[in-house]
């Protein structure tokens, strides 16, 4: 049985301009314990679908769809319900740790309060979980840092922080939006190595929204592969790898850099804008495969292989095939 | 829990900032005389029973009028009482007026501002639309109405400033509001699951009080000069007691034959607004790191 499972989730935001439909129709499961990679470009609705399921969203979003947690459904839940699973049984990673910390308290006072809020615990009992949990995302000097102030920790550390306050009260899932694009190369290898430290110890089940593949191919089990709000390819991590069948999808691995393998692949275009509802493949203005039926229906998901679902009229895992 | 030597002083985050910003402050002069001018006020007013050579009422009919002298420093009214003592009691009622209308206004004033500014929606409009309302009024109209309705005493006038002195603040702490609304460790509090009052009272207050602290330093003067405008229109403290304004409307009658017995409270309301003008200016500077130089 899966821990979470989301139905049909559409997040539209009235904006000036009109309602913008920021995700479209997307469903997906998590199985307790597993890692799943959310991958797309900016403004693609990775963040946003993520974000609508704890109603983190501003109130110009209007949110619909089902998803069910531990028997719940989230989206259908009071702001109370809600608060006692923020933060308690789904945390959030953020993609910012040099401003998401108030910089006017202690970090351990911050990782404390959601200690002493959700699981009642002693001012000293949460002080000594602290140090432990500082210690577990490998903060050296714990019991010195937890009396530091914000401003005096590195971006790597502050992520750490975050993570440590994401982890405090043993969540059954962790949200992690970019938890690595503010940081450089080395301390994202950390906190990725970290990442899986923790679904290996604390059997977490994490999700881990990022631009980046590179990042997912290091330890995501599967890939959800969004473009302008919709899911367009699902698959495990090795099959995605192997034999991705949405050119999207493959004009993304074109784009990873690889030793050696000369000058990088773009993909031509940009990100259509999500004013209107489509009534064609999303993609189609930039897909070299694109044809008559792309630009006239919209292609449905269709399962490829085991467990490899595409939303393409033409998929393939090569380039040159179409 | 943690040891403690010789270095741990250095190593001290807080000391540290705390030196930082002493450094801050100490390169800037004009915030120190304004520090020791505003202290010595606070302290004139504090100890004036115990400084003060005279009794604020006390009546020497042996020197009515009369000029600076071994007996009285800064001379004598019209009544033979002695004008440095009535200037050190009189900082009592500016000083009080000014500290607690400002606490007044603040008390008033932050809890309105933060929650029309984290709310938005109608709340924040109607906030928003009366305090501009309440601004279109100039500060000084507002005091000398509200104290006219609530009768002329010393308390009367603070309430007076302190209401007064609210939809200017209003405006500042719903700005802070909504600018803090946005932090980035706002947003990770509420995916944290904690309550509306936990994010106002430790993610939002907190992190206004330098803002708050420097319109204190704004709002003490003009509520110093609130108090001797009260005074002097009969509106605030009624004499015989001293304040300063008091000690200006005393002094009308007698300008043309002792203009001193209005130049002492004057100079006195001059430096107590201006030093703590000057201590709020460097106080913004250190406080704010943006403008470090």
């Known amino acids: ?66 998803a069910r947690f531990d028997g719940i459904d989230l989206l259908a839940s009071s702001n109370a319900r809600l608060r006692t699973i923020r933060g308690r049984r789904i945390a959030f990673v953020f993609q910012e740790p040099m401003t998401s910390l108030n910089p006017a308290f202690k970090v351990g006072n911050q990782i404390g309060e959601v200690l002493r809020r959700h699981l009642s615990l002693s001012r000293g009992d949460a002080r000594r979980r602290t140090i432990e949990l500082l210690d577990l995302v490998r903060i050296p000097s714990p019991e010195r840092r937890v009396d530091e102030y914000p401003h005096q920790l590195s971006g790597g550390m502050r992520q750490r922080v975050m993570i440590a306050m994401a982890l405090a009260c043993d969540p059954k899932i962790l949200i992690a939006d970019e938890p690595t694009t503010a940081l450089d190369v080395t301390i994202q290898a950390g906190i990725l190595d970290l990442m899986r430290d923790i679904r290996e110890r604390l059997g977490t089940a994490i999700v881990l929204i990022t631009h980046n593949l590179g990042v997912v191919a290091d330890v995501a089990d599967r890939v959800l592969v969004m473009y302008a709000g919709r899911k367009v390819e699902e698959a495990p991590v090795h ?84 | ?96 007026a000014g500290v607690f209308s400002t606490l007044l206004a603040m008390t008033v004033a932050v809890p309105i501002g933060i929650i029309a500014g984290y709310y938005r929606g109608w709340v924040d409009a109607v906030i928003a639309r009366v305090t501009d ?95 001797a405008v009260l005074s002097f229109l009969g509106l605030g403290v009624q004499p015989p007691t001293p304040s300063w304004g008091v000690m200006l409307a005393d002094a009308q009658s007698y300008l043309s034959q002792a203009p001193r017995l209005a130049v002492y409270p004057g100079v006195a309301i001059f430096l107590c607004s201006l030093s703590f003008n000057l201590l709020g200016d460097g106080l913004r500077d250190i406080l704010d790191p943006r403008t470090t130089r």
């Open chain 1, 1 to 66: 049985m899966s821990l979470l499972e989301v139905e049909g989730l559409s997040v539209r935001f009235d904006t000036d301009d009109g309602p913008v439909h920021a995700v479209d129709q997307l469903s997906f499961t998590l199985a307790d314990g597993e890692v799943l990679g959310v991958v797309g470009e900016s403004g693609c609705g990775k963040s946003v679908s993520f974000m609508s399921l704890l109603r983190l969203l501003p109130e110009t979003a209007s949110v619909s769809g089902a």
């Open chain 1, 239 to 322: 099959d995605l790898f192997a034999r991705p069948q949405h050119p999207y999808t493959v004009g993304l691995l074109g784009a990873v850099p690889r030793p050696g393998s000369g000058r990088l692949q773009e993909i031509p275009g940009r990100v259509p804008s999500l004013v209107e509802l489509p009534t064609a493949c999303a993609f189609a203005p930039r897909c070299p495969r694109a044809d008559q039926l792309s630009h006239s229906q919209v292609p449905e998901l269709r399962e490829i292989e085991p467990r490899h679902l595409v939303a393409c009229f033409h998929p393939g895992p090569d380039a040159e095939a179409a």
């Open chain 2, 133 to 227: 309302v309440l601004l279109a009024f100039p500060f000084l109209i507002v005091a000398v109405g509200l104290a006219a309705i609530l009768g002329p005493s010393l308390k009367n006038a603070t309430i007076a400033l302190g209401i007064g002195a609210a939809p200017a603040l209003i405006r500042v702490a719903r700005g802070e509001a909504l600018a803090l609304r946005e932090e980035d460790y706002v947003r990770a509090a509420v995916a944290n699951g904690a309550s509306d009052l936990r994010i106002l009272t430790r993610h939002v207050f907190p992190n206004m009080l330098s803002t708050l602290i420097v319109q204190a330093t704004v709002a003490i003067p003009a509520a110093i000069i609130g108090e």
């Open chain 2, 1 to 96: 829990m943690g040891f403690v030597d010789a270095t741990s002083t250095l190593i001290n985050p807080r000391a540290r900032r705390r030196r930082l910003l002493r450094k801050r402050f100490l390169r800037r002069p004009l915030a120190i005389v304004g520090l020791i001018v505003a202290l010595t006020f606070i302290t004139c007013a504090i100890f004036a029973p115990v400084i003060a050579p005279y009794s604020a009422s006390a009546t020497d009919f042996n020197a009515l009028l009369a000029h600076s002298s071994r007996h009285h420093l800064l001379g004598t009214d019209e009544l033979g009482r002695d004008v440095l003592s009535r200037i050190l009691w009189g900082a009592r009622a500016s000083i009080e």
